[in-house]
C-alpha cells in the first residue's frame, strides 16, 4: 500500500477502512497506524463529507415509477420456433432460393463454354504437334 493509494482510498470511500475494498483494508490500517498525521488532513476532509452525505435523507424511487421504468425497458427478442431459431423476414427463404437458382443458372449456362473453348485449345494444340505447324496460323497466311 502506498501512501497515493491510500489517499485514493480515503477520497474515494470515506474515512472508514471498513468501508475500503476489502483488499486494501488490513494494508489501509496498517499504513493509517504507522502516520497517522501524513493522513490527517485527508481523513479530517473525509469525515466532513461522510457526515453531510449521513445527513442527505435516503431517496427512494414511487413503485409507480419503478414499474414505469421497468416496463419501458427494451424486451429481449424472442425466438421463432422452439429451436432457438432466429425469426427470418418473409423474403429472406426467396432470397436464398434466388442465389441457388443463379448459382445453377451460371454453372450450367458458363461451364459448358469455358470447357469447351479449352477442348478447343486442346484440339489445336494436338494438331500442331502432329503436325508440325498451327493450322489456323497457315490459314491466315494462305490468305
Known amino acids: 500500500m502506498t501512501e497515493d493509494r491510500l489517499i485514493e482510498l480515503i477520497e474515494a470511500w470515506g474515512a472508514d477502512p471498513s468501508a475500503y475494498p476489502e483488499a486494501d483494508r488490513a ?6 497506524a504507522a502516520h497517522p498525521q501524513r ?5 479530517a476532509e473525509a469525515r466532513v463529507l461522510d457526515a453531510a452525505l ?8 414511487s413503485t409507480t415509477l419503478t414499474d414505469a421504468l421497468v416496463a419501458s425497458a427494451p424486451k429481449p427478442r424472442r425466438a421463432a420456433g ?7 423476414a418473409p423474403w429472406a427463404p426467396a432470397s ?5 437458382a443463379a448459382g445453377l443458372f451460371m454453372g450450367v449456362m458458363v461451364a459448358p463454354a469455358a470447357s ?10 494436338v494438331l500442331e ?3 508440325g505447324f498451327d493450322p489456323a496460323a497457315f490459314a ?3 490468305g
Open 27 to 32: 494494508a489501509a490500517r496498517a499504513l493509517l
Open 39 to 43: 493522513f490527517a488532513d485527508a481523513l
Open 54 to 61: 449521513a445527513r442527505m435523507p435516503e431517496i427512494l424511487p
Open 82 to 88: 422452439g429451436f432457438g431459431l432466429p425469426k427470418f
Open 96 to 100: 436464398g432460393f434466388a442465389a441457388l
Open 116 to 125: 469447351a473453348a479449352s477442348e478447343t485449345e486442346e484440339v489445336e494444340r
Open 129 to 131: 504437334h502432329a503436325l
Open 140 to 142: 491466315e497466311e494462305l
